[in-house]
Each structure stands twice: as C-alpha cells, then as structure tokens.
C-alpha cells in the first residue's frame, strides 16, 4: 500500500476563498482523522470518522469548517471561508483502531 | 478531560549520551500509548505501542517503557540522526481517538 496520501501538499489561497484538502486513507483502514499543527498548538485533533461516519467533530474550530467522508477510500477537509488564522500544516491519518499512520500533510498558507 | 503533556520540550545531546524522553497522561482507561517520530516538513511516523504498565518495546536505540502515570522514551546512545520530535499520543477507553502531546524536539550534535 502506498500509506495515506493527501492533495495537495501545498496550497496558497487568498483570505475568503474556499479550500478543500483531499485525504485516501490506507485500504481496510476504518479510522480516518484530520489534525491541524501549529508551533503554538501543535496537534490538534479536528474530526475523526469510523467506517466513514463522523465520530467526533468537537475539535473542529467553527463553521467555517466542515469534513466528509463519502466512501472508505476519500475524505475532504473543507474551510469556507478561509482566514490567515486558518494556515497550518493540516494532516490525515487512518488506522484500524490503533496506531494510526500519517500523511504526509497539506501545508495551507492563506494571505 | 484526557490529556498528554510531554517534557522537555527540547534536548540537546551530544552524539553518543543518552538520555530519557518524559510522556505523562491523564486519561479515563487506557487503550494504548503510542511513539512517534516526526522529522521537518513530513508527517508523524509510528515507532510504539503500549497497551498496559510494565510494558517495553525496543527499536534500534530506542526503548520505550510505560507506567500507570506516564511513558518514558530512553535512547541509548544517540547518533546525529536521531535528530527529530518525538510524539506521545493516547488512545482512551473504547474510541478510536488519539490525542497528542505537544512533542519533544531533539538535536543530536556530532
């Protein structure tokens, strides 16, 4: 397997704009996570999906922010409208219930 | 409330000393205690699990090492490459979820 892979690594947008980031998790995987790092926070969890329902959304910071998980094999992170207080490294992780495994991230920068 | 606060923040080693690593959690039943590594600019790579006190697992110059209290990462005569963040994350009761500590920085000089 290819681990998890998020799109896309880099994303520079314009404050007010939409941003959605793209998550496939490891097949067979039935956790899916989305954290957000900061230096002053560090790994905030946001939401995590079980067999691609939402679990628990409290780390979610408003509504701006929402998160989907359509099938086992896709996710997306949606921030509308986008704020400079939004850039972060954001990641993805799946798991069997256990040790989770990472992407390797989206680092979203909104000026 | 479920909570990991590791210490120090930062160590600073030279090539070959050893050191400990310090992971302390409160947290309503333990599932599993996790190690992560996280080099700049990727994603956290898993290293350990810890399911119950008593409990070590050794990789390479690492070994963790788990209390009822709190988790210690010892390694052993550290090389250059070692250089990272290390991670500690729990996983309570019967969720899936994982909450993370704010990671330990470590620099290995030559």
């Known amino acids: 397997d290819a681990g998890v892979i998020q799109s896309p690594r880099h994303e520079v947008t314009e404050m007010g704009q939409e941003v959605t980031l793209r998550c496939k998790p490891i097949s067979g995987h039935d956790y899916l996570f989305w954290y957000r790092q900061t230096m002053m926070r560090g790994l905030e969890l946001l939401i995590y999906f079980n067999n691609n329902v939402p679990i628990d959304d409290s780390g979610m910071p408003e509504d701006r922010f929402s998160a989907k998980m359509p099938n086992a094999s896709f996710s997306t992170l949606k921030i509308q409208p986008s704020e400079p207080r939004d850039s972060a490294v954001y990641f993805c992780?799946?798991?069997?219930?256990?040790?989770?495994?990472f992407g390797q991230g989206t680092r979203l920068t909104v000026v | 409330e479920d909570q990991v606060t590791q210490s120090p923040e930062a160590l600073r080693l030279q090539e070959g000393e050893s050191s400990s690593l310090n992971c302390s959690y409160t947290v309503s039943g333990l599932r599993g205690l996790f190690w992560y590594r996280q080099d700049p600019g990727k994603g956290p790579e898993f290293l350990f699990t810890?399911?119950?006190a008593g409990e070590e697992k050794e990789k390479e110059r690492l070994k963790a090492t788990l209390t009822k209290k709190e988790s210690f990462l010892h390694i052993t005569a550290p090389k250059p490459e070692d250089s990272a963040t290390y991670l500690c994350a729990v996983q309570a009761g019967n969720t899936g979820k994982l909450i993370f500590g704010q990671g330990t920085t470590l620099q290995v000089k030559p």
């Open positions: 810890l399911y119950s």
């Open positions: 992780a799946s798991s069997l219930g256990y040790e989770a495994f």
